[in-house]
């Protein structure tokens, strides 16, 4: 069973989190710079680590809007399945994932300040915890 990698797109930093072979564990990755040359370094993380799903977390306000954000989750969503053959590419609803990144990491006692750069990843996590969860449950 390949590896799912979770995606949290954001303008600045694109956050990533890796599960393990098993698909029971995830694991916080270093974000990847967003915009411009993204999608190449996901294609590149997803040969090297044997990547079979990617999620990308499509955030929608809590109304059910879409927002510019939400296009740009679409937009990435898009140019990775032309840029992945044969990998499957998943939106999944990651409203309130940031959230729960941000109560994890002051739960571990990071400052706000401090957490900035381990947010988006920590927030990636989040989503993959919750499709690995379903796809056991």
Known sequence: MGRVLSLDPGTVRCGVALSDS????????????????????VVTLVADEGVETVLVGRPVALSGRVTASTS???????????????????????RLSTVEAGRRLAGAGRRAREAREAIDSAAAVVVLEAFLGGERG
């Open 22 to 41: 098993a698909r029971t564990m995830a694991f916080p990755r270093p974000a990847l710079p967003g915009g411009e040359g993204l999608v190449a370094r």
């Open 72 to 94: 740009l989750a679409d937009d990435l969503c898009r140019d990775l399945r032309e840029a992945l053959a044969g990998v499957e590419v998943v939106a999944v609803d990651e």
